[in-house]
């Protein structure tokens, strides 16, 4: 069975101070892992799609990283407009429902001015 | 551009009542289509999936139903509501089984 599990479960950053979301993964063939930002109320929002280890996508002030068995969203120089929860989710290709995605429970980031 | 819009957005219903949430998407075709619940304090999970018109799958047991009478619409229903339905229910869809899953804005149901 697949699992995703996002550490650490809430994080409180001043502004412009950087940092790191984990995201730890089981997944028989991995065919994607996503992130995605959810503000309060509303459905999660996609980020990026990373479909091999090494691969690396950013957005503005956003990174992800993959390795075979992790996932990081680096936050460089964050600002207030920032916080919000980061969900990772893993679909995998071979057994069970190719469809499904497996979210973690998310990571609560906080950025105060 | 894509659009995916759900109602209501939020809902308040007595056990044992019926239940409808729809879901539509717009500009796009034949797109891939899931309800997924969020409960508190538990990651997003997969009620039901659907490739096209009348194709419904389900992945997990449970007192609702799901239905897609057209293309770029879904129907999330159940007969007699249950004290554990009680949720935020997420529509969303894709444009094929690999590609990312866009979420529309939910519906927050509580029952009493």
């Known amino acids: 069975e697949d699992q995703v599990t996002q550490s650490p479960e809430a994080l409180r950053l001043q502004e412009g101070e950087s940092s790191s979301l984990n995201c730890s993964y089981t997944v028989s063939g991995l065919r994607g892992l996503f992130w995605y930002r959810q503000d309060p109320g509303k459905g999660p929002e996609f980020l990026f799609t990373?479909?091999?280890a090494g691969e690396e996508k950013e957005k503005e002030r956003l990174k992800a990283t993959l390795t075979k068995k992790e996932s990081f969203l680096h936050i460089t120089a964050p600002k207030p407009e920032d916080s919000a929860t980061y969900l990772c989710?893993?679909?995998?290709?071979?057994?069970?429902?190719?469809?499904?995605?497996?979210f973690g429970k998310g990571t609560l980031l906080t950025v105060n001015p | 551009s894509q659009t995916i819009h759900q109602w209501p957005a939020t809902l308040v219903q007595p056990v044992g009542s019926p239940l409808s949430l729809e879901c539509t998407v717009e500009?796009?075709?034949?797109?891939?289509l899931y309800w997924y619940r969020q409960a508190a304090g538990r990651g997003l999970q997969l009620l039901f999936y659907?490739?096209?018109?009348?194709?419904i799958s389900s992945e997990v047991p449970q007192n609702l139903s799901a239905s897609r009478p057209q293309d770029r619409q879904f129907i999330l229903s159940s007969k007699k509501l249950l004290l554990s339905d009680s949720g935020f229910y997420l529509c969303?869809?894709?444009?094929?089984?690999?590609?990312?899953?866009?979420f529309g804005d939910g519906t927050r149901l509580s029952i009493l």
């Open positions: 969303a869809w894709s444009r094929s089984q690999y590609q990312p899953q866009h």
């Open positions: 659907s490739v096209g018109i009348g194709q």
């Open positions: 990373l479909y091999s």
């Open positions: 500009g796009t075709s034949n797109p891939n």
């Open positions: 989710a893993v679909q995998g290709g071979s057994g069970g429902s190719n469809y499904k995605l497996t």
